[in-house]
């Protein structure tokens, strides 16, 4: 009875350990997932909100609305850009969220206007000074990024 019950023990114990990694691992992409569409939603309404021709040109800056952690976990975000189809079309910006140098990861796309610039720059979730910036040209230019 005693190596059967150490057979099943040896065996319980690494799966259950196993099981709990992979859920809160499911967790804390969820909720980076989450923060992710979050920070799309606002540098999208930001975006369309300064858009506009009656707005002069200028800064907004929005600091962070989202969390500075999520399960104890600081992460970083960056952007880039990308055109739908040609040189004058929509422009995509892609936001990616990482915890720990990249094992759990977030990707989130909204679409922008043709006239949306992407200035490289890395959100870091724990920052007290991180930050949504956009900077609309005399042009009709709109620069974003986050600080």
Known sequence: MLPVLLVITATFIPLTTFLAT???TQRIQTRLQDTSRQLADTIGQLYFSVNQTQIAAGIVSQTSI???NIENYMYTGTGSLTSASG????KILVINLSIQSGRITATTSIPLGVNVRWINSVFVSNSPTAAILL???SNGTITISFR
């Not at 040189?87 to 929509?90: D, E």
């Open 22 to 24: 992979s859920w809160a």
């Open 66 to 68: 989202v969390p500075t």
């Open 87 to 90: 040189p004058n079309s929509v």
């Open 135 to 137: 900077q609309k040209y």
